[in-house]
């Protein structure tokens, strides 16, 4: 019997529809590409114009910007659907739920007009582009710099590990303005990557998350038009980055309850068809003990999640509350992916077993959309 997950307070029927649309979806179009999107360190370009097809892509961004006029709960549903097809290639969830709200909240009307129907369409693939060679998480003192110059801005600068950069068509830069000031210099520029002066680095090879196109950037004299700019005024990039992050790390947090619930599935189906000393491996005390206390984990995460989303879908999520969820459910993801992979035996280390890729791509969890370091430090200034 699969692990039992109750329909969450969050959903409704039209939702669960959804569901099944983005189950359907995910289960033709992402499982079966795996080893060969892990072999090329990127997904098919044409994945992103099939999702635009179906409706898989803006799906919280109003109609009138050619979106899904949907909410959050719509992202949610698409994002677990993913996790649970074992899928750890296509930045999605980057596309939607981050870079296109940056240009729904910041950019000019035109803008919007013109650039979020093509993020719909699949035409954009949409990345943002914040960590730095030498800065991680230190987002007040990135080196990339953007000059004005009459009506335009000239950027200089790079950037790396960005998921999204191989495929990004349009790519919103955290950079400095005024390199005099810390978090007040600091501003978003929206760049589209045809413009002279924009280049790609290095697909990067990674311990997890092998499919996705995770890449650097560099800027060299990137001329954008000064419109570009996100915000009314420069110097907003940090606030806007600060008033983002909680949905991003959200985001994470779906991904990793999912992604829980989904090992524990494989683990409970893998225990009882394997034998061992003449029994099914779940008959032993240790693997039913085991998946119990999987299960419980995931319970409680799940519950406090849809708790959380419930809060977002009110706007009344804060930035605690968004970093407690991304620190809970990535450390226990961790926790008990490492322990199903256990059950296994030698098997669970072979990278054919979808149980071998989720333990390597959930590791980066605890540590992108800031590390749980920073999520503990958030916490306990509200302490």
Known sequence: MPLQIRRSSWSDDDLEEFRDLARTFCQKELTPNQERWIQAKQVDRELWTKAGEVGMLALSIPEEYGGGGGTFAHEAVLYEEQARSGDGAWGVSVHNGIVAHYLLAYANEERKREWLPKFASGEFVGAVAMTEPGTGSDLQNIKTRAVRDGDSYVINGAKTFITNGAHADLVVVAVKTNPDEGAQGVSLIA?????????????????????????????????????????????????????????????????????????????????????????????????????????????????????????????????????????WTTERVNKVVDDCLQLFGGYGYMTEYPIARAWADIRISRIFGGTSEIMKEIISRTL
């Open 191 to 327: 760049v589209e990557t045809s413009t002279p002066g924009f280049r790609r680095g290095r697909v990067l090879d990674k311990v997890g998350l092998k499919g996705q196109d995770t890449a650097e950037l560099f800027f060299d004299d990137v001329r954008v038009p000064a419109e570009n700019l996100l915000g009314d005024a420069e110097g907003q990039g940090f606030i806007q980055l600060m008033q983002q992050l909680p949905q991003e790390r959200l985001i994470i947090a779906v991904t990793a309850v999912a992604g829980m619930e989904a090992a524990i599935d494989q683990t409970i189906a893998y225990t009882k068809d394997r034998t061992a000393f003449g029994r099914p491996v779940f008959g032993f005390q240790n693997t039913k003990f085991t998946l119990a206390e999987a299960a419980t984990e995931a319970a409680v995460a799940r519950a406090f999640l849809d708790q959380c989303i419930e809060r977002h879908l009110k706007g009344e999520l804060d930035v605690q509350g968004a970093a407690m969820a991304k620190l």
